[in-house]
């Protein structure tokens, strides 16, 4: 099972105490009726869908891959989402996503999605954060999470949020879409590899190159570890990158191992 962060919480960094403390995994008999497709699966249950309910996601990046994760996730029942994005909506980006309209253009992405999202399901929490991940304000956004999604398009983003995930030792979900594919892989600390154990081999960064439907097809995969993980069903891709080829339409997997040496995480393996 995963650490509930909040256990590690630094003092007065919260920036949504109030909403942190709110957080129930109760259900409602009309959410049990919402969610009642999955409820019936043998595996997942009432007990699933009540861990899912109480738990609060930090998700990075609102563009395609991001608002397709965000329409998931909300819609499958998490309790809340903390969604970071600094960026505007561009006519470009109406070609991969459905969350924005043309009367969007211009307006902060997170603020957008923040108020289209709480349409969709008026049970569960959305956070929209109209800014930058950096070295100084990670750890406050990452509080109160119980998993981190990466999908900001920027590097350095990424590695603020893998040192704060190793920190936490917290799940972080990888995933990237440049051309006709995708890549998606699951980093948690202690139980693999790290992001920078990684990094090397990160090849789909920077390309503006991409077929529409891309961003939802892997944002579809990603929010499936991701219900995975919070379900307590325990990640499918922890040490596995799971690549997408577009143009043929295959499915190719790589082992990624944890890197004795990493500077982020080869500490914490020496401990384990
Ligand atoms: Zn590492």
Partial sequence: MYRRNGDHGEKGSSPQTTEETMLTHNLSPAEVTRYSQQIA??????????KVKSSRVLLVGAGGLGSAVAFNLLSTGVGALRLVDGSRVSLADLNTTFLYRERDL?????SVAERRLKEIN??????GHGKTVTENNVHRLVSGCQLIIDVAP????????????????LPL???????????????WAGQGPC?????????LNGKPALMGPLPGIMGALLSLEALRI??????????RLLAFKGRWFH????????????PVCGRLQEQN
């Fill in 41 to 50: 699966l043998p595996q997942w249950g009432r007990e699933a869908q009540e």
């Fill in 106 to 110: 211009g307006k902060v992405k997170s």
């Fill in 122 to 127: 008026p049970f569960v929490s959305v956070e």
């Fill in 154 to 169: 920027e590097p350095q983003v990424s590695d603020y949020l893998n040192l704060a995930a190793v920190r936490h030792r």
């Fill in 173 to 187: 979900i990888h995933a990237r879409v440049g051309e006709m594919d995708g890549l998606l892989t699951t980093f």
């Fill in 195 to 203: 992001l920078a154990c990684f990094l090397p081999g990160a090849p």
């Fill in 230 to 239: 919070l379900g307590g069903l325990g990640p499918a891709l922890t040490g």
């Fill in 251 to 262: 499915f190719k997997e790589e082992q990624l191992k944890a890197d004795p040496s990493c």
